[in-house]
């Protein structure tokens, strides 16, 4: 019991954390959650940073969190987690053993993009977990995030998101990919791993089985075939609706986006593209970028999500 929730994917959303979500919880011994969110939310709610003694209160603030239907735990397998546990983390790890074993496995994890931002919160409440950290080049993301966000949903909810939407989705995806590995640079190697979407799409195998091999567990050749038996056809379903195989070429910024539009991304978030490795257009920008991209940085400065720490994981896990 004390191994669950042996892990977490995070990630940036619109990164490829649902791709890896499927390849993994695709592994014989591996059920993976997508998105309850509960677990940083309840320890909010209780202003606690590690863990608690199990309360009434508690169990019923889980069971009634908005997301955590999407384990498909009944009242009674809730119950009888709770009977094992003396603590929120013996809780969870209980709760995330009766959904692996309704999926007739050993080991249950979750995928949680918000817990990007505050991986060093989510370690210290949990810390037998691992997590897969999954990054994708930010232009590419920019051009998924552009059709995804909204008022109530990612970086949609920023102010500056109507005046600036890519100076937005810059910022954004620097902060979440960079706080992520800040976070993991106290975190010993055993427990953080990161993984490229791009390696993911072009040839699966020898990625997935270095996440085999980082979670102790045998390879799979079920991981790269995820989709066989759930792909679906018909008009206007999404990539993840439809259950596609890894498929190039979905997304291109290079095809797809502006030389306006990149030229203000890499002048925002140019430094951690080469730090990623990612190539960079490499255009000198005008005037009228570089001054676009002034008032952007000084606007998250001030008002965005990384301005205080407990604002993020709040924001992050919304």
Not at 120 to 148: C, K, N, Y
Request: aromatic share 10%; net charge neutral.
């Amino acid at each position: 019991m004390n191994r669950n929730p042996y892990l977490f994917v995070v990630g940036c959303p619109r990164s490829g954390t649902t791709l890896l979500q499927r390849m993994l919880d695709a592994h014989p011994q591996l059920a993976v959650a997508n998105d309850s969110h509960f677990i940083p939310r309840v320890l909010r709610k209780l202003d606690a940073a590690g863990d608690v003694p199990l309360t009434v209160e508690i169990i019923a603030a889980v069971e009634n969190y908005h997301r955590f239907y999407r384990l498909g735990l009944s009242h009674e397998l809730v119950e009888r987690a709770a009977a094992a546990a003396h603590t929120y983390a013996q809780f969870v790890a209980a709760l995330y053993t009766e959904f692996a074993r309704m999926r007739g496995k050993q080991l249950g994890g979750e995928k949680t993009p918000g817990l990007c931002p505050s991986l060093d919160f989510s370690a210290s409440a949990l810390p037998q977990a691992r997590f897969i950290h999954i990054i994708r080049d930010g232009r590419d993301v920019m051009l998924s995030t552009l059709e995804w966000a909204k008022e109530d949903k990612g970086p949609g909810r920023l102010a500056f998101w109507k005046e600036a939407p890519v100076a937005v989705c810059a910022l954004w995806w620097k902060w979440q990919v960079s706080s992520g590995r800040h976070d993991a640079a106290r975190l010993p190697p055993s427990v953080y791993s990161e993984a490229r979407y791009e390696d993911l799409i072009t040839g699966p195998e020898p990625g997935l089985s270095r996440i085999a091999s980082f979670l102790d567990l045998p390879d799979a050749p079920e991981m790269a075939r995820y989709y066989e038996g759930k792909t679906k056809t018909g008009p206007g379903l999404s990539a993840k609706q439809a259950w596609l195989p890894p498929t190039q070429g979905l997304r291109d910024w290079r095809r797809d986006l502006s030389r306006a539009d990149i030229q203000l991304f890499e002048e925002l978030a140019g430094d951690l593209l080469q730090q990623l490795g990612y190539d960079r257009l490499g255009d000198s920008s005008p005037s009228t970028v570089k001054s676009a991209a002034e008032r952007a940085s000084a606007w998250w400065a001030g008002h965005g999500p990384g301005k205080a720490k407990s604002e993020s994981v709040e924001a992050a896990t919304a």
